[in-house]
């Protein structure tokens, strides 16, 4: 069955994917005044941006390639985005050991030293040093590792930051559509005439549009070629990153950064409290983007680096659980993928009554906001409408608290609601924020919650989470809206399947 909204006035910017980048740009674009759908072909997130190591940071790395403007911009954010999101954001603090045998002394405090410098810090602690044969961090590394320096960055919870932005311009008035494939895209008197095809049903739909943005992420030259229909496109490079995760390796609340031989660096840090989360791998990949997987050698050798630090080895059979994603990279002609580019670059082609196109390559979490500002400040020029930019002060939905003030949202949560167990109030500030009291209601006890799902998922937010945040499987709630899957049995899994599945 085909469906057109011809006749119906064309929506003024049409974004491809519902990824951070595309739900960032469709916030952002809505809170201007333009009139915005965006289509998403699975579930929010469930691309690159549900598979990242989930740091909201500079990048000290990317000083040694000379990526200033990038580090600069993203240090600034970190306190921007743990204003906006102090539920899902909140600050880590890292330790990076000096190894004899790799980059001396000098140099590691001269980057920290512009990384403490380049901007944006006020309310992160700065960097120190650490004699590790006194600090608690020095416990779990092995005996030769007596210096190290710890400092400041952030840590989001990904998948729900992009949930929690769609549902920012959802409130603001954006249509988004998920499980919705754009399938074709053509320029007709001076619109875009864009066909989208419904996932199951197959069912098909035509709408309008003066503006359309691929954010496609790893799929945006795919967009290209198939539904553009040019014929041919190499504008991204495409590098596998893997995680693993293992039970927890040591009690402080610390991470690790670890510097490896071959000149790359690895993280360890602690993960959904009972984990460590160890990543990541640089590889060049050229298969489907959404079929991408951990293979036995990126095991090896995120056991192999974690292992050089850690007094106690990590094995294979150590890993619970794991994940790859793809950076969709800007192809800038390095040769290793390791220094491809971590900047994002925005191509316009077109003008207002031509019907423009922006293409998105790149982007990192941490810049998604500065990204969306650079793309509508290219379409306010083409089409000269003026919004101006408004996100920088602007509280994503359950952020209506100061940022420090995260323990005393648990406290008043508590408070309100003394009949619930204080560890799912946690749980519940931490990804609901002040929208906490809207998934529980007048809810006081545990038997009011609904079935239980396992570990501390009742069916009072499950359903929240399908009429709030448009999830609609169990990998949605389990591996996207939370990380619950870890804790929740395969028995408890299917029943969720089947609990879902008759909602639908
Ligand atoms: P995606 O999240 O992939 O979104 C694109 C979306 O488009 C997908 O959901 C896809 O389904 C959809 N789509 C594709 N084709 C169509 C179509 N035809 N119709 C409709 N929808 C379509 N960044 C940080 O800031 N901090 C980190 O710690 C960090 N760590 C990372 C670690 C790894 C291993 C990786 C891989 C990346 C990391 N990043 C990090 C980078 C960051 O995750 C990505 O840059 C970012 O998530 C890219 O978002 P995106 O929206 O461009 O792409």
Redesign the pocket.
């Known amino acids: 069955m085909s469906a057109t909204t011809q006749g119906k006035a064309p929506f003024d910017i049409f974004v491809?994917?519902?990824?951070?980048?595309?739900?960032g740009i469709a916030r952002d674009a809505v809170g201007r005044g333009f009139s915005v759908m965006l289509?998403?072909?699975?579930?929010?997130?469930?691309?690159?941006?549900?598979?990242?190591?989930?740091?909201?940071?500079g990048g000290l790395r990317y000083l040694e390639h000379y990526e200033f403007r990038l580090v600069a911009e993203?240090l600034a954010e970190r306190e921007v985005l743990w204003r906006a999101a102090p539920h899902i954001i909140w600050p880590l603090r890292f330790v990076l050991p000096h190894h004899k045998g790799l980059r001396p002394a000098f140099v590691l405090r001269s980057g920290l030293f512009l990384y403490d410098h380049l901007g944006g810090r006020n309310l992160l602690p700065p960097t120190k040093t650490l004699d590790l044969r006194k600090d608690a961090a020095g416990g779990p590394l092995k005996e030769e590792f007596k210096l190290g320096f710890e400092y400041s960055d952030c840590w989001?919870m990904?998948a729900r930051l992009?949930a929690l932005t769609a549902k920012d311009a959802a409130e603001r008035g954006a249509e988004i559509r998920t499980r919705?494939?754009?399938?074709s895209a053509r320029r007709e008197g001076g619109s875009w005439q864009i066909v989208l095809e419904a996932a199951g049903s197959g069912e098909r739909e035509t709408v309008s549009a003066k503006v359309l943005v691929n954010?496609?992420?790893?799929?945006?030259d795919?967009?290209i070629v198939?539904?553009l229909g040019r014929n041919g496109a190499h504008n991204v490079r495409l590098?596998?990153?893997?995680?693993i995760v293992v039970r927890r390796l040591y009690d402080h609340d610390r991470c690790y950064i670890f510097q490896n031989a071959d000149n790359r660096i690895i993280f360890a840090i602690p993960y959904e409290g009972e984990f460590t989360l160890i990543?990541?791998?640089d590889q060049d990949y050229a298969g489907d983007?959404?079929a991408v997987a951990i293979s036995p050698e990126e095991q090896d050798y995120l056991c192999g680096a974690a292992s050089e630090y850690f007094k106690h080895p990590v094995r294979r059979e150590d890993i619970v659980w794991s994940y790859?994603?793809?950076?969709?990279l800007f192809d800038d002609g390095a040769s290793a993928a390791q220094e491809a580019t971590?900047d994002y670059v925005i191509k316009l082609e077109g003008d207002a009554m031509n019907g423009a196109l922006v293409n998105?390559f790149?982007?990192?979490?941490?810049?998604?906001r500065r990204l969306a500002e650079s793309v509508m400040e290219k379409i306010e020029d083409v089409t000269g409408k003026r919004g101006g930019a408004w996100t920088r002060d602007a509280k994503l939905p359950g952020g209506e608290f100061e940022p420090t003030a995260f323990e005393a949202e648990v406290a008043k949560l508590r408070r309100d609601y003394p009949g619930l167990p204080a560890p799912l109030l946690r749980r519940l500030t931490r990804f609901y924020g002040t929208r906490a009291r809207r998934l529980l209601g007048q809810a006081q006890a545990l038997g009011e919650l609904g079935d239980h799902f396992g570990a501390d998922l009742y069916a009072r937010e499950v359903d929240y989470l399908v009429a709030e945040e448009w999830a609609r499987t169990a990998d949605d709630v389990l591996w996207r809206r939370s990380k619950l899957g870890l804790r929740v049995s395969a028995e408890d899994q299917a029943r969720l399947a089947d609990y879902l599945a008759a909602k639908a």
């Not at 289509?39 to 909201?56: H, M, N, Q, R």
């Open positions: 491809i994917g519902g990824g951070i980048n595309g739900t289509a998403e072909k699975e579930d929010l997130a469930s691309g690159t941006s549900s598979a990242a190591t989930k740091l909201v940071h993203s989001v990904d992009v919705t494939k754009v399938v954010a496609a992420g790893p799929w945006v795919a967009v198939d539904a590098v596998k990153g893997s995680h990543g990541t791998t983007p959404g790859s994603g793809v950076r969709p971590r998105v790149g982007g990192k979490l941490t810049t998604f």
